[in-house]
Nanobody
Framework: QVQLVESGGGLVQTGGSLRLSCAASGRTFSHYAMGWFRQAPGKEREFVAAISGNGGSTFYANSVKDRFTISRDNAKNTVYLQMSSLKPEETAIYYC??????????????????WGQGTRVTVSS
């Protein structure tokens, strides 16, 4: 069982930056690929970014490439999402998720085994 707790959300102006954190419980954090997803009001959940267990591979949604960076610190059982040049349409609840199965498709939320409760990001125009 893995518990995930996100933090770092808040209110930011258009063009601003935020860093989200996701702290995980358990001793085998490095065995999990981690992902960030978001869900805007009235919209479907969408993939944002993912990172392999050892941090050697990263994946991004096209909409966030070159603006967002996912990273992890396995010694601290934490994954991060550094977001910059934020846009109002990126207002959403951001969730982190853990995948123990090593799925070949890190963009599919159905492949993740554990989810955090989410942290709200509001980008004002």
């Amino acid at each position: 069982q893995v518990q995930l707790v996100e933090s770092g959300g808040g209110l930011v102006q258009t063009g601003g930056s935020l860093r989200l954190s996701c702290a995980a419980s358990g001793r085998t954090f490095s065995h999990y690929a981690m992902g960030w997803f978001r869900q805007a009001p009235g919209k479907e959940r969408e993939f944002v970014a993912a990172i392999s267990g050892n941090g050697g591979s990263t994946f991004y949604a096209n909409s966030v490439k070159d603006r967002f960076t996912i990273s992890r610190d396995n010694a601290k059982n934490t994954v991060y999402l550094q977001m910059s040049s934020l846009k109002p349409e990126e207002t959403a609840i951001y969730y982190c998720a853990a995948d123990h199965g090593g799925s070949v498709d890190p963009t599919d939320g159905d492949n993740y085994d554990y989810w955090g409760q989410g942290t709200r990001v509001t980008v004002s125009s």
